[in-house]
């Protein structure tokens, strides 16, 4: 089976622009959660979404949102880009089922300048 | 609130000699604990998961609900075995509610 994949790898952007970012799920697998990993706070969690629905959300502004397509594609959003924006940002995929677990993408680096 | 220790940022150990990676968690519920590993230049996978209970690589965890502890162990290390470790919890809930990460351990193996 194909790996979770996530486009782009690299990404630079300057502050107030929006940017969108993309992932693809392992086949078959219907949940995609979010994460933002940077070096002072870590791995931090997103948002995840289920058969397009969104079923949970972590602790980031509404400048950062995400949708799920029919065949499980995932993009997230952020808009208004600040510097402290920049950061890893983590796909990872599942069944979505209880106790599953998430296979996770390579990372899209964004750089805020 | 949920919340997962990895004490050490940092764990350096020479080749076969015993390792232990510490995690603690606080959490109301009942969790779901899991151990991630980042090879250099690799992306974050699975190493191992307290339900399934099995030795991945020749590593074990086992879940301490008194201590709340969920720490890593391998007994004679390899210098494969270098990465980043990631002690991660969960809720359940198939992954709606997230993973909660703890901020890794880096475990260098020296020859």
């Known amino acids: 089976k194909a790996g979770v994949t996530q486009t782009p790898r690299y990404l630079i952007k300057t502050r107030g622009q929006q940017v969108t970012l993309s992932c693809s799920p392992i086949?078959?697998?219907?949940?995609v959660s979010w994460y933002q990993q940077t070096p002072g706070q870590g791995l931090q969690f997103l948002f995840e979404?289920?058969?397009?629905?969104?079923?949970n959300k972590g602790n980031f502004p509404g400048r950062f949102s995400g949708r799920q397509f029919s065949n499980s594609r995932s993009e997230m959003n952020v808009s208004t880009l600040e510097l402290g924006d920049s950061a890893l940002y983590l796909c990872?995929?599942?069944?979505?089922?209880?106790?599953?677990?998430?296979?996770f993408g390579p990372g899209t680096r964004l750089t805020v300048t | 609130a949920q919340r997962v220790t990895q004490p050490e940022k940092l764990l350096s150990v020479f080749k076969g000699a015993p390792v232990e990676l510490k995690c603690n968690y606080s959490?109301?519920?009942?969790?779901?604990l899991f151990w991630y590993v980042q090879y250099s230049r690799q992306r974050l996978q699975l190493l191992l998961r307290?339900?399934s209970r099995e030795s991945i690589k020749g590593f074990t965890a086992d879940l301490n609900k008194g201590e709340t502890s969920f720490h890593l162990k391998k007994p004679f290390a390899q210098e494969e075995d270098s990465a980043m470790y990631y002690c991660?919890?969960?809720?359940?809930?198939?992954?709606?509610?997230?993973?909660?990460f703890g901020k890794g351990t880096h475990l260098i193996i020296q020859p």
């Open positions: 990872a995929s599942s069944l979505g089922l209880a106790n599953n677990e998430q296979y």
């Open positions: 086949s078959g697998h219907r949940s």
């Open positions: 979404y289920f058969s397009e629905t969104q079923r």
């Open positions: 959490y109301s519920g009942s969790p779901e």
């Open positions: 307290h339900i």
């Open positions: 991660a919890l969960g809720s359940g809930g198939g992954g709606a509610d997230g993973l909660t």
